[in-house]
């Protein structure tokens, strides 16, 4: 018999095995969701290991093998299961910075000018952005007002914990639970996120028989089992539909995901944009690249003490899930809710138009600075596989430095609008 740790975490496993009971199998997103998002067993939302002895009994609670003894800030990070740029170095927060002010200045130096940062994890990104800002002149950081949206109470305590040095000027840091909270129009400045849209919980689709079916996951004798049911979402429908208007057929066997949740957010972000520049940051590809024949089993990815797997159904709770992101759709989503696209990069031209080059001349080769630097900009790593989307709404830019350099066409995103 299956063993309950193998699986995952076992308040967790119970906890979805009794949603599938409840009401039949679930879709992907659904599992994907409860999987990191549980409000009490979820691997972003886990907060301390009492939660777990609590549920497991004390003889589970510390048990290393399955993960148990870490909290959510051991999960993220060299020693976790992943890192992100800003485990890495400072210089993408310092990127950001500079990055906002060309934005200041084009809006007119507003007061406020408001950056709003979406799932900050650790915080690492905003103490690296803040603490670059108070180099900036002309009042930037008097006139700032940060804003972070996270979802996870754990990872907002991380951010608490990070950003104790702004915390005595209240107005300069808050939190706000998510973007329904706020006005339509009402930022003026910039969002940004990094590695947020791809944590999103995806659907899964397989081509069978010559048809798209949507992945469900039941349970069955102790573990989790994949379903493919006739698709019966109409939002799903559309997007597939959307694919093929360019041109992009899915073969037999194809199996891939499709993140409704980041067309939604798009939508959410265009509402609340008044004037300024939206930045998403994360590993992704066009549709064409994306859905095209290399990647026929999808790029749905599980990671675990830095190991990658593509098996969701093994540790749940305990191992990161992600996906790749459609930027494509997202671009096409945004135009449609208003936002134009101001370009298409990647993390290493991003870097470069940002002065990368002149900060790395500034430091020894061989120095840990340099070489973490150094990391984030390798084209066959970091550097090409994070994409970064710039959009922007009321205000006229000038060409941005972040996208001096473009290894994109601007057409490479263009979709036509859906007519149905
Ligand atoms: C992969 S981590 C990235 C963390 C951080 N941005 C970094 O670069 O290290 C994803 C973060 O997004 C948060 N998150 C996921 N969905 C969210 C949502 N809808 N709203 C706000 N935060 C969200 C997660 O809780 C987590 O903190």
Redesign the pocket.
């Known amino acids: 018999m299956t063993q309950p740790a193998a699986i995952g975490h076992p308040g967790l496993v119970a906890a979805i095995a009794e949603d599938i009971h409840a009401s039949g199998p679930i879709t992907f997103a659904r599992f994907m969701e409860l999987a990191?998002?549980h409000p009490q067993f979820g691997y972003?939302?886990r907060t301390t290991d009492t939660n777990d002895a609590e549920r497991t009994g004390p003889g589970q609670a510390c048990d290393d093998r399955i993960g148990l003894g870490r909290t959510c800030e051991d999960r993220?990070g060299w020693n976790g299961d992943?890192?992100?740029?800003?485990?890495v170095h400072p210089v993408m927060a310092q990127a950001l910075a500079r990055q906002a002010r060309q934005v200041d200045e084009a809006l007119g130096r507003p007061d406020p000018f408001t950056v709003i940062?979406?799932?900050?994890?650790?915080?690492?990104?905003a103490r690296d952005f803040l603490a670059a800002c108070e180099q900036l002149p002309d009042g930037f950081l008097r006139r700032l007002r940060y804003v972070i949206?996270?979802?996870?109470p754990?990872?907002r305590a991380s951010q608490q914990h990070q950003l104790t040095r702004w915390l005595n000027a209240p107005a300069t840091v808050s939190w706000l639970?998510?973007?329904t909270h706020l006005e339509a129009d009402s930022l003026v400045g910039l969002l940004f996120?990094?590695?947020?849209v791809?944590?999103?919980p995806v659907h899964r689709i397989a081509i069978e028989q010559g048809r798209p079916k949507e992945l469900f996951v039941g349970w069955e004798q102790g573990r989790f089992v994949e379903q493919a049911q006739p698709l019966t979402n109409p939002d799903l429908h559309r997007y597939l539909q959307r694919l093929s208007s360019i041109d992009i057929a899915l073969p037999e066997g194809y199996r891939t995901e499709v993140n409704l949740?980041a067309v939604a957010?798009m939508k959410d972000v265009a509402r609340v944009l008044g004037r300024g520049l939206v930045l998403t940051?994360d590993y992704g590809h066009t549709a064409q690249d994306l859905y095209g024949p290399d990647r026929r089993k999808g790029t749905l990815l599980c990671y675990y003490h830095q190991m990658a797997s593509e098996d969701p159904y093994t540790r749940v709770g305990l191992q990161?899930m992600?996906a790749h992101i459609d930027f494509t759709s997202l671009a096409t989503a945004g135009e449609e809710a208003g936002l134009a696209t101001t370009g298409f990069t990647n993390q290493m031209s991003f870097l470069m138009g940002l002065g990368v080059e002149q900060i790395l001349d500034g430091l020894e080769p061989g120095s840990r600075d340099f070489q973490a630097i150094v990391h984030l900009l390798r084209p066959e790593g970091m550097g090409r596989t994070f994409k970064i989307l710039a959009q922007h709404k009321g205000v006229a830019l000038p060409e941005l430095d972040g996208l001096r350099f473009k290894p994109f066409f601007g057409s490479a995103l263009r979709m036509p609008a859906y007519a149905g």
């Open positions: 990191l998002y972003y939302t993220i992943f890192y992100t740029s800003s485990d940062e979406m799932g900050a994890g650790k915080g690492f990104l949206i996270e979802r996870s754990a990872m639970d998510d973007l996120s990094n590695e947020l791809d944590a999103f949740a957010w940051i990161d992600t």
